[in-house]
T-cell receptor
Framework: SAVISQKPSRDICQRGTSLTIQCQVD?????MFWYRQQPGQSLTLIAT?????????ESGFVIDKFPISRPNLTFSTLTVSNMSPEDSSIYLC?????????????FGSGTRLTVV | GQNIDQPTEMTATEGAIVQINCTYQ??????LFWYQQHAGEAPTFLSY????GLEEKGRFSSFLSRSKGYSYLLLKELQMKDSASYLC??????????FGGGTRVLVKP
């Protein structure tokens, strides 16, 4: 399965600032997704990162708040903009291949964000 | 939309068997995934069912009934290291995974 490097692993940020999280994969992958996991909660899908086009956002998430880039098949970034304490969470990227779903989707190690 | 229901927490004894049930309603269903997540770590893939029936993988088995919108994960010969959250995730249109709230399993000696 693909190996994912996600950076930073954690950060403490001031409210009103922005943080960009990077997800680098060791091979080309068709599907890349970004999730949020709030303390004690399960994973919530933020968006599907589409290569060469705008990301597809889930209900409750908007591009102005969570801009996503995916310039190629091995890399994506998620920016958390104009942060508030409510954005404190773990953010994870996930990758997969449509023809290899029996191998599951792989997750990055996550970025633990604290907004103060 | 998605509607996924699984128990919040289960407790079992080392060496025992635990069955985690999951019911779901999803559009564009294309298989059911189970993930394990230890505290502070990323989820790791356990199983995938696309057809009805039981899939066995060592101590872990997963069952799917598409007509009933029902799956379960069966953990046998429980070990202390199996204490974790178990996440049910139906695949949907666009190959997206939406996760249930997770079941926290506590294995006691």
């Amino acid at each position: 399965s693909a190996v994912i490097s996600q950076k930073p692993s954690r950060d403490i940020c001031q409210r009103g600032t922005s943080l960009t999280i990077q997800c680098q994969v060791d091979s080309q992958v068709t599907m890349m997704f970004w999730y949020r996991q709030q303390p004690g909660q399960s994973l919530t899908l933020i968006a599907t990162a589409n290569q060469g086009s705008e990301a597809t956002y889930e209900s409750g998430f908007v591009i102005d708040k969570f801009p996503i880039s995916r310039p190629n098949l091995t890399f994506s970034t998620l920016t958390v903009s104009n942060m508030s304490p409510e954005d404190s969470s773990i953010y994870l990227c996930s990758v997969g291949e449509p023809g290899r779903t029996n191998y599951g989707y792989t997750f990055g190690s996550g970025t633990r964000l604290t907004v103060v | 939309g998605q509607n996924i229901d699984q128990p919040t927490e289960m407790t079992a004894t080392e060496g025992a068997i635990v069955q985690i049930n999951c019911t779901y309603q999803t559009s564009g269903f294309n298989g059911l995934f189970w993930y394990q997540q230890h505290a502070g770590e990323a989820p790791t893939f356990l199983s995938y069912n696309v057809l009805d029936g039981l899939e066995e993988k060592g101590r872990f088995s997963s069952f799917l009934s598409r007509s009933k919108g029902y799956s379960y994960l069966l953990l046998k010969e429980l070990q202390m290291k199996d204490s974790a959250s178990y996440l049910c995730a139906p695949g949907a249109a666009g190959n997206k995974l939406t996760f249930g709230g997770g079941t926290r399993v506590l294995v006691k000696p």
